[in-house]
Each structure stands twice: as C-alpha cells, then as structure tokens.
C-alpha cells in the first residue's frame, strides 16, 4: 500500500489567503492544499464550496479541472471517490459534513480543521462515525510537529526534567486557539485521559470566532486519571495533594501573563518553556541557574508536516498522533470547562453533558456579552 497513489478532495476552499478573515474565514483549505501537493503519492483532483467564485480560484491555484469543481460536496464524492478528503468549513458545519462524507462509503480518509465541533456530542459522534466505517479521522493539531516543541518531547522522554508533575497554558480563549494548547497538553501526557476539570470563565464582550463562542478571560485547573500506583490531581487538591500526581492549569485570554509561556512542563528536576511567538524555548534542571536553550531549525511549515504524517500513517495503517482519539481528550477536557461554569463545579469525567454549555449559558442570557463593534 505503501506505493499506492491517493487522489485528494477538499470540501470548504475559503476565500483568497492573501486577505484572510481572521475569525471568520482563515482560508486553511489552501494550506493543507499545500501539504498534500508536496506529498509525492498524493494527487488533487476536486473540490467542493458553496460560494463558487472560492471554489474556482482555488481549483486554479491547484490545477484542478473546472469540471471538478463544486457547490454540492456529495455530488463531488459520488462523482471521484477520494481516498482522503480535507474539511476546511466553520466549526459548527464539521460534524454533518464529516459523517455525511463517512457516511457515503465514497472515502477512506478525513482530515478536519479544527476545534473538532461546536458541541461534546458531535464531536463524539463524529469520532465513533469513522471506527463504525473504518475511516482515519484527523484533526488538523498542527502544533504537534513544531521542531522545537518535538524537542522538547525529547527532553521529557529523556528525563530531562524528571517525572512530568504539572503542564501549564496560556491559550488566547478556551475553544478556538485553547484546542491546540490543550491538544499539545495531550500530547506532552502521552494522550492519558482527563480525570476531572474545575474552570470559570469571564464573557463580558462577544467574541465569536468561526461560528462559536470564545470567552475573554478563564482560570482552570485539571487532573489526570492515574496512572498504574499513582495518584492525580494538582497542587490545588488540598490535603490530597501527594507526589506523582499529574494536573494541569490554564490562564486564558486577558489572563494569559500569569503563566507568562505558551506552554510550561513542570518536572520533578526541572522545567521546560515553549512560546507560540518567537520568544526563546528553552528548559532548566533544578539547581542550575542558566537556562539551555531548545534550538532547533524550524524551517518548513507545520501544517505541510501534519498532512504528510496523515498521509504516511494510512499508508502504513497506524493511527497518526492527531487521530480523533487524540483529539476527544483535548475536546473533552474544554466542553467539561464549560460544563463547570454551568453547574459551579468540578466536572468528573466522562462528560456527560452533549451540548455547548458556554453557547446553552449565552442562549439563556445567563451570559451576556456586550456585542462586538464591526
């Protein structure tokens, strides 16, 4: 299989890159475009959106023939079969076009932009989908194949920090940009499940992006289920707090300064710093007083590298690091932030709430930001 060639689909191409929208429209159709393209098995063959002056700028950046182009996704699989196909639409239309697609038996493959959905249930319902089909569905957590933060991985795996006790984030909000910071928690944890999760938010003005709510401002904390003889938790736990817990906290939004990193690995012997902006990743044992640098050349783009694991590891039939499996964990762990908020309380997992809570708290006006200027 590994010499087979793939013909590749994409179902919501976006405006012109040039001028992106950011929180409406970023266009990411034309990235991951980019990544299959320079993938040497991988041939772009149709695409599908529903206003067609996209669509057909887009088929003429990518060579793809006029006539295989599309409004209509379903005409477009029916007519070409594609092994894999890339959903770039707004985040509340991915869970219907994701099963739809499963569901018409026309492709072996999925690969989604992310967050995975607007609510816990459809992103469930999208993961279970695709092990009913046997389709491979990923999600576009490009972060993970950042060179420094795989160096990063490295260092942890090697002990470089020793026991890995606490992960720190500081995402902008908690779902649309949380998800990838969240998903990086994944996996720096090596994809062990959420325990539980306390959280409060802060929406005092509209901030919606791609079709969903984002808070302004949120404090979490979260723990891990427990790994064989130990226990969870984090150094908020209280008189429960022992050694070899693993916790997590987040400061989101205007927040964000009081982790002052992207990404901290608190360990038993050190700690690691990652930052998303260019500033220096770096990490220090405990008792040394200079901190070494992670220097590593980034060369490249990470969304390129994603596309080109996806499509190696259905070559080889292995589950890519950003399988919907993956993703649940980091999904899960933000719908029970939102749950929190709703019921003013820890949420023990599993979630058991399918909705969008933070969306379900601003229906009911128990939340009501200020709408944003345009």
């Known amino acids: 299989m590994s010499d087979s060639r793939f013909t590749v689909a994409f179902v919501g191409t976006g405006p012109n890159p040039e001028t992106p929208v950011w929180g409406e429209s970023a266009a990411m159709a034309y990235r991951h475009a980019a990544g299959y393209r320079q993938h040497d098995q991988c041939d772009l063959v149709a695409c599908a959106d529903l206003v067609p002056e996209n669509a057909r700028a887009f088929a003429e950046e990518f060579d793809i023939s006029p006539e295989s182009v599309y409004e209509d996704y379903g005409e477009m699989l029916a007519a070409h079969d594609p092994d894999f196909v890339s959903v770039c639409t707004p985040v509340p239309t991915h869970a219907d076009i994701v099963v739809d697609c499963i569901e018409s038996g ?170 998303e902006g260019g500033e220096e990743n770096r990490y220090r044992r405990e008792g040394e007083t200079e901190w070494t640098g992670i220097d590593i050349d980034a060369d490249g783009d990470r969304v390129v590298d994603s596309i080109a694991h996806v499509v190696d590891s259905f070559a080889a039939g292995e589950e890519p690091e950003t399988a919907a499996s993956r993703a649940l964990v980091a999904t899960e762990l933000i719908f029970a932030v939102y749950e929190s908020v709703r019921q003013r309380g820890r949420i023990d997992l599993p979630l058991d709430a399918e909705d969008n809570p933070l969306e379900a708290l601003v229906d009911a006006e128990e939340l009501s930001p200020t709408p944003a200027e345009d």
């Open 106 to 275: 026309h492709v072996n493959a999925i690969h989604c932009e992310k967050p995975m959905a607007d609510t816990w249930g459809d992103a469930r319902r999208m993961a279970e989908t695709a092990d009913d089909y046997g389709v491979q569905l990923t999600f576009n957590h490009q972060r993970r194949f950042d060179p420094a933060w795989r160096e990063a991985k490295r260092v942890l795996d090697d002990g470089g920090i020793g026991d890995l006790e606490r992960v720190e984030v500081a995402p902008r909000n908690v779902l649309d940009h949380g998800t990838h910071l969240f998903d990086m928690c994944t996996f720096f944890t090596d994809a062990r499940p959420v325990d539980w999760v306390l959280g409060q938010v802060d929406y005092r003005t509209e901030n919606v992006r791609y079709g969903t709510h984002n808070v302004n401002q949120a404090v979490i904390q979260w723990a891990y289920e427990p790994e064989e003889n130990a226990g969870v938790g984090t150094a908020a736990d209280g008189e429960n707090a022992a050694d070899g817990r693993l916790g997590g906290f987040a400061a989101v939004g205007d927040g964000a300064w009081l982790v002052d990193a992207s990404l901290r690995l608190c360990g038993s012997n050190g700690v690691v710093e990652l930052h």
